[in-house]
């Protein structure tokens, strides 16, 4: 079954780009998300990185106006009814998720894939809800999507090989590079960065440096390309922690314990540069 048609669940920073890469790679996209405004926004954004694309000359100007004739946007999941492949970038939690999941099998035709972006929810619970675990992967892109090259490629306990063949090959032709990655508590890629994240905030929390100073450190110290202080506000404060609890949880070790500061900025929405404050504040 050839993918020629996708649908993105979700337009925050994740889903536009994802909508995005696949217009790009010359993919029929409907991009949906249950709040019109989100919509508007990640369709305004995806628009504007095309334009810079255009100025920095990467792409033509043809090459921009196909891509936004390829993408439209969708105001229901009813919308899955004439898609291949769905990719869900939905808030990372489960019930949430499930709920998606659900509808999905109901509306989207019987041979489509459904594939979902979480950072380290388990890609078997979320097929369980479903009639079709076989088509049911993890594709997990990296932020901000349009640059990373990475996605991890997650099977489920029954995710059958024509799905992950299906997958490997609509990963090649978006230009990414994948890794198969065990269905475990934040795969490969959040089970390592997410606690070095974590472990950055318990330094600011006890005193052991400023929030600009641990940046510094991995920054200058270990050249990453930015501290972790301002990925974790580039990610997500709210998107840090619950990855956090699926490990603790998931691997009921103490070791991976949330940060009590990163819990306290959560609560008070301070969920970084998508809030405007988090560990760093925003225009
Ligand atoms: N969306 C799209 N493109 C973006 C972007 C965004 N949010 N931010 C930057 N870019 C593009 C810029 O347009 C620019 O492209 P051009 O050269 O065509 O202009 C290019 O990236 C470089 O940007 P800048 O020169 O402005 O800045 P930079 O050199 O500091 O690079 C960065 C920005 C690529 C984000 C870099 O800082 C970086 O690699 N940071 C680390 C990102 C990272 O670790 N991502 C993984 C997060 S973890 C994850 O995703 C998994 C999870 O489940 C949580
Ligand atoms: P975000 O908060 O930027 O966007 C989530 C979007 O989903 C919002 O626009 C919201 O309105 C929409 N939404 C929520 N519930 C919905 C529903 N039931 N139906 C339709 N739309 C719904 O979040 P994000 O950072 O884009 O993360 C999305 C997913 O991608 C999460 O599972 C996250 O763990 C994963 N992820 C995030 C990153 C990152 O760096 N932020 C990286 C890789 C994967």
């Not at 669940?9 to 994740?14: E, H, L, N």
């Not at 100025?55 to 004739?69: A, G, Q, S």
């Not at 950072?119 to 932020?143: C, K, Y």
């Not at 974790?232 to 691997?251: K, N, P, R, S």
Request: aromatic share 6%.
């Amino acid at each position: 079954m050839a993918i020629q048609k996708v649908m993105v669940i979700g337009a925050g920073q994740m889903g536009a780009g994802i909508a995005q890469v696949c217009a790009q790679a010359g993919f029929d996209v409907l991009l949906h998300d249950m709040n019109t405004e989100a919509l508007e926004k990640g369709l305004k954004n995806i628009e504007k990185l095309l334009t810079r694309a255009v100025v920095k000359e990467r792409i033509t100007d043809k090459d921009k106006t196909d891509t936004l004739n390829r993408l439209k946007p969708s105001n229901h999941l009813k919308d899955a009814q004439s898609c291949d492949l769905v990719i869900e970038a939905v808030v990372e939690n489960m019930d949430v998720k499930a709920k998606v999941f659900g509808d999905l099998d109901v509306f989207a035709p019987k041979h489509a894939i459904l594939a979902t972006n979480t950072s380290s929810l388990p890609i078997t619970e979320i097929a369980a809800v479903t009639n079709r675990p076989d088509q049911v992967i993890g594709m997990h892109f990296m932020n901000p999507v349009p640059v990373m090259k990475l996605v991890e490629i997650i099977r489920g306990l029954q995710t059958s090989d024509e799905t992950y063949q299906a997958i490997e090959e609509m990963t090649a032709k978006l230009n990414k590079t994948s890794v198969e990655v065990a269905d475990l508590p934040g795969f490969a890629a959040n089970r390592i960065l997410m606690p070095m994240i974590n472990e950055a905030i318990f330094a600011v929390h006890e005193g052991v440096a400023s929030v600009e100073d641990v940046d510094k450190v991995m920054k200058l110290g270990m050249n990453h390309p930015m501290g972790p202080l301002t990925l974790a506000d580039f990610i997500g404060l709210d998107t840090c922690l619950y990855i956090m609890e699926v490990l603790y949880e998931g691997f009921n070790d103490s070791k991976y314990r949330p940060c009590p500061l990163l819990r306290q900025y959560v609560k008070a929405g301070w969920l970084g540069k998508k809030s405007g404050r988090g560990f760093y504040q925003y225009n």
